[in-house]
T-cell receptor
Framework: KNQVEQSPQSLIILEGKNCTLQCNYTVSPFSNLRWYKQDTGRGPVSLTI?????NTKSNGRYTATLDADTKQSSLHITASQLSDSASYIC???????????FGTGTQLKVEL | NAGVTQTPKFRILKIGQSMTLQCTQD?????MYWYRQDPGMGLKLIYYSVGAGITDKGEVPNGYNVSRSTTEDFPLRLELAAPSQTSVYFC????????????FGPGTRLTVL
């Protein structure tokens, strides 16, 4: 069964600090891995999308890494801001891409 | 561009009632999707469409119907609402395929009592 597991479930950090969110997946066949940010009461917004051959991708202060051998990905947030408070969702696509497996998300809260 | 818009934002239904959730995109995307998001769970695909006139079932299609008469619109119909359909519903679209970035609407929060 295709699964995407994220850790931690929730995280509280101080503004300005860095953090790293983890994603492990057992999805086959693998097509690509995405990270989404979902603000409370809103739809998810794409941060990064990586294919099998890519092992890192950045989007501003967000940097995602992918290790296709160990089936792990991480999302690193640098110099966190209050606006980074959101749920971060890891999503893995199988072949054809119409079938996505969503993780349950890591709820990040950035405090003063 | 407004992107992906959904109406209504909130709705309360009684058991057995029916309703249509509206979704419109103005990005000329071929692919459109309906997901539901239950508390503490990952999003689940209900139905998707690869173009006008073509729809297909996702992971959790029971109790729902869709149609795609135009590129822009992809309504989701709930027949005989049940408490198990209480959820937040998201519509999304992408240009080429599911491989492409999906753009999500703001969601519709539905409660069935």
């Amino acid at each position: 069964k295709n699964q995407v597991e994220q850790s931690p479930q929730s995280l509280i950090i101080l503004e300005g600090k860095n953090c790293t969110l983890q994603c492990n997946y057992t999805v086959s066949p693998f097509s690509n891995l995405r990270w989404y940010k979902q603000d409370t009461g809103r739809g998810p917004v794409s941060l990064t999308i990586m294919t099998f051959s890519e092992n890192t991708k950045s989007n501003g202060r967000y940097t995602a890494t992918l290790d296709a051998d160990t089936k792990q990905s991480s999302l690193h947030i640098t110099a966190s801001q209050l606006s980074d408070s959101a749920s971060y969702i890891c999503v893995v696509s199988t072949g054809g891409g119409n079938k996505l497996t969503f993780g349950t998300g890591t709820q990040l809260k950035v405090e003063l | 561009n407004a992107g992906v818009t959904q109406t209504p934002k909130f709705r309360i239904l009684k058991i057995g009632q029916s309703m249509t959730l509206q979704c419109t995109q103005d990005m000329n995307h071929n692919y459109m999707y309906w997901y539901r998001q239950d508390p503490g769970m990952g999003l689940k695909l209900i139905y998707y469409s690869v173009g006008a006139g073509i729809t297909d079932k996702g992971e959790v299609p029971n109790g729902y119907n869709v149609s795609r008469s135009t590129t822009e619109d992809f309504p989701l119909r709930l027949e005989l609402a049940a408490p198990s359909q209480t959820s937040v519903y998201f519509c999304a679209s992408s240009y080429f395929s599911g491989e492409d970035t999906q753009y999500f609407g703001p969601g519709t929060r539905l409660t069935v009592l």
